[in-house]
């Protein structure tokens, strides 16, 4: 019994706490009442692609809309081809045929909520990566109507997370609070990701991460805790990162 309360508390802080706070958080603010209100213009945070010389590939998000929004992020992918190229955006969502293609700005609002850059890489390492990131979009298994759960997925998190897996050599890590990132088909799963990092989970709902890109993660019903050292930082259920 004693084993089981030091249980109990130990998910009560780690987990439970920083949730619902950030859930306060999120329910002071003054946000859209559906999506028809919402701001989904462009927000500029992303360079013009023509003052980019060469391929490029970002990781974009930004907290959803809802009550969803106190927990997870939405994340996209933006591939830039070539010197002469345009932006192309991709992303998961939950309605019509899930996987969609320049259905929004590059750089757009979601929810009204202004977006992030989590990661980009450009030029040389950029043009090694384009054609397998594009594959592997191309070759996710869960691209068909009806191929959508909010939870623990595959969601919009888990879409992205599939080609992050494809290019390894990018070097990108999605937010803790991408919610439906570790999410896994089947009872369980286990890989080895770019030769330095351990995950596990059991789909999605309970797992693990260790590896010098990783930290040190442990996942529960999609919530995150755990510890950067590469980019020194706490990763706060719900919250995200807090980095020193």
Known sequence: MRFLKIVALTFFLIFLLPAAGTAAWWASLD??????????????????????DGPA???????????????????????????????????????????RKNAYAPDARWYSNKPQIVASVT????????????????????????????????????????????????????????????YAPGFASFHIEGRTDVHATLGGLLGFSVGLHSGIELHILGLVAGIDIARPALKIPAYGRAGF
């Not at 946000?31 to 980019?52: H, K, M, N, V, Y």
């Open 31 to 52: 946000r859209p009442s559906s999506w028809r209100s919402a701001d989904w213009s462009a927000s500029g945070i992303l360079p013009r692609s023509e003052t980019i």
């Open 57 to 99: 590939i970002f990781l974009m998000a930004a907290r959803t809309g809802g009550l969803k929004g106190a927990f997870s992020v939405h994340c996209w992918l933006v591939i830039k081809r070539d010197a002469g190229s345009g932006y192309d955006r991709y992303d998961k969502v939950g309605w019509g045929r899930p996987v």
């Open 123 to 182: 030029g040389r390492q950029a043009a090694q990566l384009v054609d397998k990131a594009e594959a592997a979009i191309a070759a996710y298994p869960f691209s068909g109507k009806g191929d959508y759960t909010i939870w623990p997925g595959p969601n919009s998190n888990s879409f992205v997370a599939h080609v992050l897996r494809a290019i390894p050599e990018m070097g990108a890590q999605m937010p803790p609070n991408a919610i439906g990132r570790d």
